[in-house]
């Protein structure tokens, strides 16, 4: 009889995985940097176990957007006071800080638990080609 391996947290082998994004579709990163941070690609994905690598994107300010999202999604804040809603334009958050915008959708792909928190620490996005982990990364 065969059963099902469930990895340890000890066990678990990080990796760095750099991803330059380029001219790429920003939903097809995100789908992508989400699978690798819940390790759903490894062969011993364990559900309660947060089993998968670090992701650094690069050029996240020349991500390409389909259709008329840039112009038409809009971001809202709330801080729990009347009247305090924000509006902010993807396109704005786009230019001023796409670090924000990359963590939010791939937040949003990630469990709404303390594992999802865990997860979506492991992400670095930089909206430049230059990043300080240039020791972890190998090759």
Request: glycine residues 6%; aromatic residues 8%; hydrophobic residues 40%.
């Amino acid at each position: 009889m065969k059963f099902t391996q469930m990895v340890k947290a000890v066990d678990v082998k990080r990796d760095w995985i750099i991803i330059d994004a380029t001219d790429k579709v920003f939903g097809r990163i995100i789908t992508e940097v989400a699978t690798i941070l819940r390790g759903k690609n490894k062969p011993f994905f364990t559900p309660h176990v947060d089993c998968g690598d670090n992701v650094v994107i690069i050029n996240a300010s020349k991500v390409r957007f389909t259709g008329n999202k840039l112009a038409a999604k809009n971001y809202f804040t709330h801080s729990g006071y009347f009247g305090s809603t924000k509006t902010h334009k993807m396109s704005d958050m786009l230019e001023n800080n796409p670090e924000k915008l990359f963590k939010l959708a791939t937040r949003g792909m990630l469990p709404k638990t303390k594992l999802g928190k865990a997860m979506i620490k492991k992400l670095k996005v930089y909206a430049s080609a230059d990043h300080p982990h240039t020791a972890q990364i190998k090759g």
